[in-house]
């Protein structure tokens, strides 16, 4: 596919056909994940790809309690700019519950973690902020969800699993002293079709030069 169509299309795809998905499409995507930018070449990411249907259930488990918890904090806006936003709201909405209702089911999920490690620096004028550990860790999601496009696969960025991280870090083994979840990627292909999803225009969160010079 073309570059920029592969990316103007890779969008959050959370309803998944059973048809299944090789682990060499998998590898792949992982491949592509690896060469994403990384601070220091620090890599602190590890991939744990699930497949077998009772280690799926286990990470659907603390995915739903998790999804329960944040989605009975959510309000429902009284207001919509338009009926064309308020479709594209419920539709979001839906999907979301769909996705925590169906997690087992979806043919692969990646849990992408990353290492606690120490990563501020100091000097003898103090720490400095050399940004987050995890800008070293979101380029390598990023990637893996633009190759799963490429390939015809859907996936979506989600992170509410973290409400109950550690506890399902212990349930999967993992040592939550050394790892938290940065993400987990259902992939599938999709039940539905690929498309541009709606978001603000480049334009008009652009500042050129100068802030407030925005060329709309």
Request: hydrophobic share 40%; glycine share 6%.
């Amino acid at each position: 596919m073309d570059t920029i169509e592969t990316i103007m299309t890779t969008r959050a795809i959370r309803r998944f056909t059973d048809q299944p998905v090789t682990d060499a499409d998998i590898a792949t995507c992982l491949q592509a994940a690896q060469q994403a930018p990384s601070g220091g070449n620090v890599q602190p990411q590890q991939y744990y790809v699930f497949t077998e249907s009772d280690r799926k259930a286990e990470v659907a488990r603390w995915y739903l309690a998790a999804f329960d918890r944040y989605e009975a904090t959510l309000d429902v806006p009284r207001e919509f700019r338009d009926e064309r936003a308020r479709r594209s709201w419920e539709r979001t909405r839906d999907a979301s519950r769909h996705l925590a209702d169906t997690l087992q089911d979806v043919p692969v999920i990646v849990m992408v973690l990353q290492a606690k490690i120490p990563w501020q620096p100091r000097d003898e004028q103090g720490p400095m902020d050399i940004g987050r550990l995890d800008a070293s860790v979101y380029p390598a999601v990023q990637n893996f969800c633009v190759a799963a496009r490429s390939l015809g696969l859907g996936t979506a960025l989600t992170t509410v699993i973290r409400v109950y991280g550690d506890e399902a870090l212990a349930a999967l083994d993992v040592p939550a002293d050394k790892f938290e979840i940065a993400a987990l990627i259902p992939v599938g292909y999709p039940a539905g079709n690929f498309g541009v999803a709606p978001r603000k225009p480049a334009s008009a969160v652009t500042h050129w030069n100068r802030w407030g010079d925005k060329r709309r």
